[in-house]
């Protein structure tokens, strides 16, 4: 599920959502990884929570420049605490 309305356009909101999510924020039980990803059928950047079978759990838009310059950030999760 990815909501049109929520979309990521700094690195900071971008830290901020990973901390969320790493911290259990949304609720999810089986959160096991965060990529970034485009979207099929448009190719529009977002970020995926996916759970232990690699489906996607939620997803948030993301700008190209997030898209592009986050990628370390996703892997490596966020370094300032929860």
Do not use: C
């Not at 356009?9 to 949304?26: K, M, N, P, Q, Y």
């Not at 529009?44 to 990628?71: C, M, S």
Request: no cysteine.
């Amino acid at each position: 599920m990815i909501n049109d309305n929520d979309v990521i356009d700094t690195l900071e909101e971008l830290d901020a959502f990973i901390r969320l999510v790493e911290s259990g924020g949304l609720g999810f039980k089986n959160v096991s990884g965060l990529a970034l990803a485009t979207h099929n059928s448009n190719n529009r950047p977002f970020i995926a929570v996916l759970d232990d079978a690699h489906q996607l759990l939620i997803g948030r838009w993301v700008t190209q420049d997030v898209y592009e310059n986050g990628k370390e950030l996703v892997r490596g999760g966020s370094k300032k605490p929860h």
